[in-house]
T-cell receptor, first 108, second 115 residues
Framework: GQSLEQPSEVTAVEGAIVQINCTYQ??????LSWYQQHDGGAPTFLSY????GLEETGRFSSFLSRSDSYGYLLLQELQMKDSASYFC?????????FGKGTRLHILP | NAGVTQTPKFRILKIGQSMTLQCTQD?????MYWYRQDPGMGLKLIYY???????DKGEVPNGYNVSRSTTEDFPLRLELAAPSQTSVYFC??????????????FGPGTRLTVT
């Protein structure tokens, strides 16, 4: 089977940096993805890590350590529009399995 | 290029009724997925398909059926609706080609209530 663990909620201040962690247990692991979902909307793709290390896309970065079965999403220069739920997802064979999500609250 | 489209957007079903949730993509993607999302929860994989004529079960397939007769369409069938199937249903697709083969494109979702 597979399981993903991420915090249910995180709170940060506008303009600050926040890190959302994800640990996973799965066989046949190919990579780790991150998705953003605003209330009432559909998930949208943010990033993907197949190899260890940091991937940067604008204000968002994602990190993976395959040996530790651990990854994180880093959001910099937080804006109010970043208030959303963030999901890590394991790419396993042809399946993509999602975690339960982390609700990010941003304070002005 | 419409991407992934789903119909209907909303539906209320009575217990025991049947319905089909439609999903169409116009990006020529091989892979298509059906997820359900309960309030405040993550997405659970129901069924997926790697190409026309090929489907496979995900994490929560019971109570659902799918078919994939064309690359574009991947309908999800509920045969005997139960209150436990009240959820938001998302269809998604992806391609093996391109720079980001693991990027899934999601439809807007279908909000289903079974009473």
């Amino acid at each position: 089977g597979q399981s993903l663990e991420q915090p249910s909620e995180v709170t940060a201040v506008e303009g600050a940096i926040v890190q959302i962690n994800c640990t996973y247990q799965t066989s046949g692991f190919y990579g780790l993805s991150w998705y953003q979902q605003h209330d009432g909307g559909a998930p949208t793709f943010l990033s993907y890590n197949a190899l260890d290390g940091l991937e940067e896309t604008g204000r968002f970065s994602s990190f993976l350590s395959r040996s530790d079965s651990y990854g994180y999403l880093l959001l910099q220069e937080l804006q109010m529009k970043d208030s959303a739920s963030y999901f890590c997802a394991v790419n396993r064979d042809d399946k993509i399995i999602f975690g339960k999500g982390t609700r990010l609250h941003i304070l002005p | 290029n419409a991407g992934v489209t789903q119909t209907p957007k909303f539906r209320i079903l009575k217990i025991g009724q049947s319905m089909t949730l439609q999903c169409t993509q116009d990006m020529n993607h091989n892979y298509m997925y059906w997820y359900r999302q309960d309030p405040g929860m993550g997405l659970k994989l129901i069924y997926y398909s790697v190409g026309a004529g090929i489907t496979d079960k995900g994490e929560v397939p019971n109570g659902y059926n799918v078919s994939r007769s064309t690359t574009e369409d991947f309908p999800l069938r509920l045969e005997l609706a139960a209150p436990s199937q009240t959820s938001v249903y998302f269809c998604a697709s992806r391609t093996l080609a391109g720079a980001l083969p693991y990027e899934q494109y999601f439809g807007p979702g279908t909000r289903l209530t079974v009473t």
